[in-house]
């Protein structure tokens, strides 16, 4: 998934006025109601099923049945697990939360809750959030996306991260034999592998093209700017501000600096970053794992490197995190039921064993993060680390209108391409989000 779905997240026209009746979020039907102790309900579910949709590629065989396993131990009821393709699935859960049968557990990403929590479609999981994290820490990433003007909707399951991607060999002839940590010793090695490439006119020493916004915001955010923020129900689009502008600032640099010109105006995806790192065209790029790198060329393999981006804040860049959350339709009639599954899937055993061993994906918590590395490789820690310092979309229904439209992709892409300056790009950008985001 990380590939795939880091690039789609959001990116899916998800309808907004959803047509769905308000719900209490406290319970579904036929169950206890909210609790009074925070703690996930005990229920006797002999003789129940639950249906669990879950999304395709996102766990694997093993993994589901290691929850379920657990969850039919616990409560003797069954499960359904019904696997979902992206194709279509905005409009198919849009009109499943509005029945009075929904599935009663979801795996939804991070980014697309507030969007189906918007007109009461998810559960109020407030209430419970502490008896759910299990004593971890959830990456912000996956719990700030879902937490809607202080209401969670949704549980973390698993996160993706970037962290630059090297070609070692390429790098050490040109000089550079150790990783960067600073963002000075990053510059300085790329210098040393642009000049020693000069030749090439088509070779990037760092590809970064300019539509890559995933990329952008980690300088945004580094700089101390937001994409947006909210007060008192008002949301405000950030670009303007002295923070975000210094931020704009430092990727055109060192987008123009390191990257081709062509770049300025094209997205990962054409050409394809990792066909240029495979094929010699770059030395660096920003991704979320080296699979479609090994899959293009498996010799690489023993050349690749990796490290999280370092920022001119002193600090690594704050990452763009994909992934998926768990979320519980409130037309659940099962929601007791459905809570303990998600604690299930959320738990450290879980995570430590089957997200991270057996589905590879970076876990849902800190903790998790910081177990984990202790088994990893160096090339796969990089991703890990990357993730300790995450960021994520607004929590705002209207936000995937303005992924769906490119309207981000273009104002980084103006940037970089120079077509608009920076102060002129983000007031653009500022106003019409600012519009966007605050449709009712």
Same mark, same amino acid.
């Given at each position: 998934m990380a590939i795939r779905k880091l690039a789609t997240i959001g990116a899916m026209g998800i309808v907004t006025a959803l047509a769905l009746t308000a719900c209490s979020g406290s319970a579904g039907a036929g169950n206890a109601g909210a609790p009074t102790d925070? *703690? $996930?309900p005990e229920v006797d579910g002999s003789g129940e099923k639950i249906?669990?949709?879950v999304m395709q590629n996102d766990y694997t065989p093993e993994t589901l049945d290691a929850i379920n396993a657990k969850f039919t131990e616990l409560t003797g009821a069954e499960v359904s697990v019904q696997s979902q393709t992206w194709d279509g699935i905005t409009t198919k859960i849009t009109t499943a939360l509005a029945t009075d049968t929904p599935p009663d557990v979801l795996d939804v990403g991070n980014t697309q809750i507030a969007s189906y929590a918007a007109n009461g479609g998810l559960l109020d999981l407030t209430p419970? *959030? @502490? @008896?759910?994290?299990?004593?971890? /820490?959830w990456l912000d990433g996956l719990v700030d996306p879902a937490t809607v003007d202080g209401t969670l909707y949704g549980v973390p399951g698993f996160a993706g991260a970037r962290a630059v991607i090297y070609n070692k060999k390429m790098w050490?002839? %040109?000089?550079?034999?150790?990783?960067?940590? /600073?963002y000075d010793e990053l510059t300085a090695a790329l210098d040393k592998v642009k000049a020693a490439n000069a030749q090439s006119a088509d070779f990037s020493a760092f590809y970064l093209p300019g539509q890559y916004f995933y990329a952008g915001m980690q300088f945004v955010w580094d700089a101390g700017g937001d994409i947006a923020t909210e007060k008192d129900g008002e949301w405000t689009s950030g &670009?303007?501000?002295?923070? %975000? +502008?210094?931020?704009?600032?430092? &990727? *055109?640099e060192f987008q123009n600096e390191y990257s081709t010109a062509a770049s300025a105006t094209l997205d990962t995806f054409e050409p394809n970053q990792s066909q240029l790192f495979? @094929?010699?065209k770059t030395s660096a790029i920003l991704n979320t794992n080296t699979g479609a790198i090994l899959k293009i060329n498996p010799a690489l393999e023993a050349d690749l490197g990796t490290f999280p981006f370092p920022g001119i804040s002193g600090e690594a860049q704050p990452v763009m995190l994909g992934g998926s959350d768990w979320a519980i339709p409130a037309k659940s009639p099962k929601s007791d039921l459905a809570l303990n599954? $998600?604690? +299930?899937?959320?738990?450290?055993? +879980?995570?430590?064993?089957y997200v991270v061993g057996v589905d590879k994906w970076?876990?849902?918590? $800190?903790?998790? +993060?910081?177990?984990a590395q202790e088994s990893l490789d160096e090339v796969r820690s990089s991703f890990f680390t990357a993730a300790l310092t995450s960021k994520a979309t607004p929590a705002n229904a209207n936000w995937t209108t303005i992924e769906s439209n490119k309207a981000i992709n273009n104002l980084f892409s103006g940037i970089a391409s120079g077509s608009k300056s920076v102060e002129e790009a983000a007031k653009d950008f500022d106003a019409d989000a600012d519009k966007t985001l605050n449709i009712e």
């Open positions: 925070g *703690k $996930v249906t669990v949709w419970y *959030k @502490d @008896d759910l994290a299990q004593g971890q /820490t050490a002839d %040109a000089g550079v034999t150790e990783a960067p940590t /600073t &670009f303007s501000s002295d923070e %975000a +502008i210094e931020g704009l600032e430092a &990727f *055109k495979a @094929d010699g599954w $998600v604690k +299930i899937a959320a738990s450290p055993e +879980i995570q430590q064993e970076i876990p849902n918590s $800190v903790e998790g +993060i910081e177990f």
